[in-house]
């Protein structure tokens, strides 16, 4: 890497201010072995994993290293001004590689003064709390190796990075003057819950049964759940072709998911298509996130963090439910937890809606990975909190996970900074009010591109 022989900086070249960027590219080495985690490797952080060089931008000056285990960069603008943004990363699989890489907004903080810094984190899988861990060093490691102080310093996080916000805000509430979470997991073990809700209702309208194993589970019940699935997706349909049963269960999925709103028959059939995430990667998404593929611990948790026990399900916003719904409750595979969300770093940590500081979040309406309810369920923890004035909600017209323009993201971290200087809250959307999600065009005013496969354009 630039400024070190070795792949682990020490603490006496840490605390030693680095020169500016040279002006050859970098040559990127090969992982090297994690320090701190049996078995991992640290990718080598001046390089991209697409083997691209990460190169200082208009004259700003870069630091990247290897600290315990996780890869970090740092870039500092020439026209600083004494303000820095800390990026935490989304999901990454059960890999046992880590890599450090850059927020779609790098050139925006950096065009606006700001700095901004981010980590591999020393873990892939669903880790938060060691996401928090390794985001909130980079306070200090900034210091460490630009030998200058950030008089602020604003959290902001994509997906699973969402859920890494959202602790450290409440964790380490001195340390930051707001957040920007976008896609995130606000709403903690809710999430699995919605995963849970998914699979049991198909289950229920195909008549399938499944079942939900206890941890350690056995690898077996891969085959046999995909068996399951393999049973119920020709009854359901997938993409465009849906049957008149899987519209059915893209109604139940879509009061989990947030409610009536725009765009939803599109988002359904999007997903429907998608192939599942690895292991199983021959069924279709939302059945490849069953939480009863890992026992409902999310790989992380101790037991099971998931429950539908008292969960109504319903295929429309009616308070009376009609014959389909009754049968669904009825049938619909029930399980219970053997876990909360924990109070600490551990395991899956507990957001509580309790921000200090002011917080800008975003959410694509289509996104059935993880959905907009998670703004709802946050909204409300929020407001029970004597908190909800510190929240706004913006809600984007896309079906994509995280599919945002950098326009839009930085029309909000704009309105995010300018909350921050002024005083004044930036408009949002009313996310907990169901009629306005309902409405026709719920998602326009922060929409900044239209995405034709998202279905029904704003009304003129």
């Not at 004259?59 to 600290?67: F, H, R, Y």
């Not at 993201?409 to 002024?422: C, I, M």
Request: contains cysteine.
């Amino acid at each position: 890497m630039r400024s070190v022989a070795s792949l682990i900086l020490v603490a006496a070249v840490l605390a030693v201010p680095a020169p500016a960027a040279a002006a050859d590219p970098p040559v990127c080495g090969p992982p090297a072995a994690s320090t701190t985690r049996p078995g991992y490797t640290v990718a080598d952080p001046d390089c991209d994993v697409t083997g691209a060089p990460f190169a200082p931008v208009g004259g700003s000056t870069v630091w990247t290293g290897i600290a315990d285990g996780a890869a970090y960069r740092i870039e500092k603008p020439a026209a600083w001004n004494g303000e820095l943004v800390l990026y935490a990363h989304g999901y990454r699989g059960p890999g046992t590689t880590v890599y450090v890489d850059s927020p779609s907004l790098r050139a925006h903080y950096l065009a606006k003064g700001f700095a901004w810094a981010a980590s591999s984190y020393q873990t892939n899988g669903y880790d938060v709390g060691q996401g928090v861990r390794d985001s909130y060093t980079l306070i200090d490691r900034f210091k460490e190796r630009t030998g200058l102080r950030a008089r602020s310093v604003y959290m902001t996080g994509a997906s699973m990075g969402g859920h890494v916000t959202a602790v450290a805000i409440e964790r380490h509430p001195q340390a930051f003057v707001a957040a920007m979470p976008v896609c995130g997991v606000l709403g903690d073990a809710e999430l699995f819950d919605y995963f849970l809700d998914a699979n049991v209702t198909a289950a229920a309208l195909t008549g399938t049964t499944i079942t939900f194993p206890e941890a350690p589970v056995d690898p077996s019940f891969q085959e046999v759940y995909r068996q399951q699935v393999a049973r119920q997706v020709p009854l359901l349909g997938q993409g465009a072709g849906l049957t008149d049963l899987g519209r059915q269960w893209g109604r139940f999925v879509e009061q989990r998911s947030g409610g009536t709103r725009p765009g939803f028959g599109n988002a359904i059939a999007y997903w429907s298509a998608l192939p599942g995430i690895p292991p199983l990667t021959t069924v279709p998404f939302l059945f490849g996130v069953y939480p009863g593929l890992n026992g409902g611990t999310a790989g992380i948790a101790d037991g099971n963090v998931t429950s539908n026990r008292l969960t109504l399900y319903q295929s429309d916003d009616s308070i009376w439910l009609n014959r389909d719904e009754l049968r669904v409750n009825r049938d619909a595979l029930r399980v219970d937890r053997t876990d909360l969300p924990s109070r600490d770093l551990t395991g899956v940590p507990r957001v509580d809606g309790r921000p200090r500081v002011p917080v800008l979040s975003m959410h694509t309406i289509g996104d059935l990975f993880v959905p907009i309810s998670m703004e709802q369920v946050y909204a409300k923890r929020a407001a029970l909190q004597g908190r909800g004035t510190l929240f706004v909600s913006r809600a984007v017209r896309a079906l994509g996970h995280c599919e945002f323009t950098v326009p839009e993201l930085a029309q909000g971290f704009d309105d995010l900074v300018a909350w921050v200087r002024t005083g004044h809250r930036p408009a949002g959307d009313a996310i907990l009010d169901r009629r306005a999600v309902a409405a026709a065009d719920f998602g326009c005013r922060f929409t900044l591109t239209q995405r034709p496969a998202f279905g029904p354009a704003c009304p003129a």
